[in-house]
């Protein structure tokens, strides 16, 4: 996934080491995470989110193992200004949708969760807030 250009670039503030990675496996349980710039609109974020889970899928595919939609969701992490502090956008607020295949190779659209909300993800209960 690295190589194909996806995942998150990370700089530390005083070592500047800098570090590269797509995300998180562990044996069936795998956490893509994508980063844009925050020039960019989310429409953007998007769609480098469904291209990343199209290569993923794709990847599994040629090995033998298949995405299975109805245990994937996904969160999109972005921010509005609302009375003068910062807050998540709800989905409501950044409109948009990321599908998968099945075994079957059907496209099934992915279950978005709201940023507040905790989903099990690598054996623990995590939200992004």
Known sequence: MRSKGFGIH???????????FAGYLSVDDTD??????ALQKYEFAITSI?????TWEAGLKV????????KNFWYLIDF?????IW???????ALGKIFANDILGQRIELKRVEPH?????????????
């Open 32 to 37: 893509l995470l994508q980063v844009i710039s």
């Open 63 to 70: 090995t033998g193992g298949a995405l299975v939609p109805e």
């Open 10 to 20: 990370l700089t530390a503030p005083i070592s500047k080491t800098s570090v590269h």
């Open 87 to 93: 807050a998540y956008k709800t989905i409501q607020d």
């Open 80 to 84: 509005v200004w609302k009375e003068g």
């Open 50 to 54: 469904q291209k990343a889970v199209d």
């Open 117 to 129: 909300i905790a989903e099990e993800t690598l054996g623990a209960f995590l939200a992004p807030t």
